[in-house]
């Protein structure tokens, strides 16, 4: 079992639509979350983090986390063609290791 | 903003050859993260460095090496290329405590020819 396991995808929605992405990881101790965006080719793109169980609201971009589910979404709202992307979960697995382990990325793409 | 910087961009080398990526974090951050990025595939965590000391050593070949430098500057040498090395190298930098948001620079597409 992968330490952040996310589905591949592809998630297909329509244009103006809610996005939501998942993501389970499989250490009870991480404390730290993070949701990067990455285009084909590029480097990926820190949009959202999240710390606490709850929500997170950053425009049209929603976190949630849920520790005692070990689980942890991404809903866009108001889906945009260019939100089409591959979306890369990412958790801090040991408390003082520095490091991110990335789930391997959700492929969404919006439809026009 | 000022965001991390990596050098070359793009880089091209024969098998058994010898390569160094460089990487220049944030101003002020103190940590810097080497991924490997291969295509189709997520992020590979390879080396971290803390203050210039290493911190953290995930899949990273023992030909490969790595450190940090007095100005928080990052290094990866390569050595005994495989066409398998062929990959996206990112370089990411944060600062303060684990856990904190990492950033990730435009990366360094190597090919082994």
């Given at each position: ?24 990881y ?53 889906s ?33 | ?5 990596q ?14 990526l ?40 023992d ?16 050595s ?8 996206l ?19 360094t597409?190597?090919t082994?020819?």
């Open positions: 079992q992968k330490e952040v396991e996310q589905n591949s995808g592809p998630l297909s929605v329509p244009e103006g639509a809610i996005a939501s992405l998942n993501c389970t499989s250490d009870r101790g991480s404390q730290s979350f993070f949701w990067y965006r990455q285009y084909s080719g590029k480097s990926p793109e820190l949009i959202m983090s999240i710390y606490s169980n709850g929500d997170k609201e950053d425009g049209r971009f929603t976190a949630q986390l849920n520790k005692a589910s070990q689980y942890v979404s991404l809903l866009i709202r108001d945009q063609p260019s939100d089409s992307a591959t979306y890369l979960c990412a958790v801090n697995i040991d408390t003082g290791r520095r490091a991110l382990t990335f789930g391997s990325g959700t492929r969404l793409q919006v439809q026009p | 903003a000022a965001g991390v910087i050098s070359p961009r793009h880089l091209i080398k024969e098998k058994r050859e010898t390569a160094t460089k990487c220049y974090p944030i101003p002020r951050h103190d940590t810097v993260y080497w991924y490997q990025q291969g295509p189709g595939q997520d992020p590979q965590f390879l080396i971290s460095f803390y203050e210039k000391m290493q911190s953290d050593k995930g899949s990273i070949p030909r490969f090496s790595a450190q940090q430098f007095s100005d928080y500057h990052s290094e990866l040498n390569m005994s290329l495989e066409l398998g090395d062929s990959a190298y990112f370089c990411a930098s944060s600062s303060g405590s684990s856990g904190t948001e990492a950033f990730f620079g435009q990366g597409r190597l082994v020819v």
